[in-house]
C-alpha cells in the first residue's frame, strides 16, 4: 500500500491530453514539494518534474506539474507513443522520523 | 555529468546479508548539499526508499526497514554502501543508488540522480 495515491492506468490516442493525479497528506504532499518520474521498461526512473512544476531541461514542455493542497497532477499534452511508460509521484513525508514516499506508479497506455 | 552505479551480487541466500556498494563519478559524496540514497523496485511492482545518508554520516531510513539496514559511506573511494540482513524473498528487487537534495536537517527532496539499477535475487 503506497502512501500516495495515483490510479493504476491511464490511456490515450496520440496527440490528445491526459492527466495523471497524486493523492497524499498534509505531512507530504501538502507541505513538501512533489517530483514526477517517468520509467520505461528496463530503465531507472528518470526526473520529468520537480519542485512540483518545474522541468528539468531537456523535458519538452508537454509535460506540466501542478499542486494544490495534499494532491498533485501531471499533465502531458499532444501525447505520442512513447510516452507510454510508468509514470510515479514522489515526496518527503515529515511524520515520523522522515522518509521519501511514493505513489504505486501509473501504466500509460497510448492506444 | 554525475554518475552513480551500483555493484555487488546478484543472488543471496534467505537469512543471510544484501551487501551493495554505490561508486559516485562527476561529484563528491562530501558535498553539503546532497544526501546519498538507496531505493528498491521489486519486480513488476512500485519504487520503495531504503534509507539515505549524508557526508556527516547522519542516516535516514524507512521505518518499514529499519533494524535490517545499514547505511554507510567512504569519502577517500567516494562511495557509500547498504547492507540489508536476514533476507526473505521479498526483498527480491532491482536496487537503486541516487542523489537527494538536502532541504534541511535530515530532510531532502527524492531523488534527482539515480543508477542504472541492480537485480538482487534472493534464493537458496
Avoid at chain 1, 66 to 82: C, P
Avoid at chain 2, 84 to 94: E, G, I, N, Q, R
Wanted: aromatic share 10%; proline share 6%.
Amino acid at each position: 500500500q503506497s502512501v500516495l495515491t495515483q490510479p493504476p492506468s491511464a490511456s490515450g490516442t496520440p496527440g490528445q491530453r491526459v492527466t495523471i493525479s497524486c493523492s497524499g497528506s498534509s505531512s507530504n504532499i501538502g507541505s513538501n514539494s512533489v517530483i514526477w518520474y517517468q520509467q520505461l521498461p528496463g530503465t531507472a526512473p528518470k526526473v520529468l518534474i520537480y519542485s512540483n512544476n518545474q522541468r528539468p531541461s531537456g523535458v519538452p514542455d508537454r509535460f506540466s506539474g501542478s499542486k494544490s493542497g495534499t494532491s498533485a497532477s501531471l499533465a502531458i499534452s499532444g501525447l505520442q507513443s512513447e510516452d507510454e511508460a510508468d509514470y510515479y509521484c514522489a515526496a518527503w513525508d515529515d511524520s515520523l522520523s522522515g522518509y521519501v514516499v511514493f505513489g504505486g506508479g501509473t501504466k500509460l497506455t497510448v492506444l | 555529468q554525475l554518475q552513480l552505479q551500483e555493484s555487488g551480487p546478484g543472488l543471496v541466500k534467505p537469512s543471510e546479508t544484501l551487501s551493495l556498494t554505490c561508486t559516485v563519478s562527476g561529484g563528491s559524496i562530501s558535498s553539503t548539499s546532497y544526501y546519498w540514497g538507496w531505493l528498491r523496485q521489486p519486480p513488476g511492482k512500485g519504487l520503495e526508499w531504503i534509507g539515505s545518508i549524508y557526508y556527516s554520516a547522519h542516516t535516514s531510513y524507512n521505518p518499514s526497514l529499519k533494524g535490517r539496514v545499514t547505511i554507510s559511506l567512504d569519502m577517500s573511494k567516494n562511495h557509500f554502501s547498504l547492507i540489508l540482513t536476514s533476507v526473505t524473498a521479498a526483498d527480491t528487487a532491482v536496487y537503486y543508488c541516487a542523489r537527494l537534495l538536502r532541504t534541511g536537517v535530515g530532510t531532502t527532496t527524492p531523488p534527482d540522480y539515480w543508477g542504472q539499477g541492480t537485480l538482487v535475487t534472493v534464493s537458496s
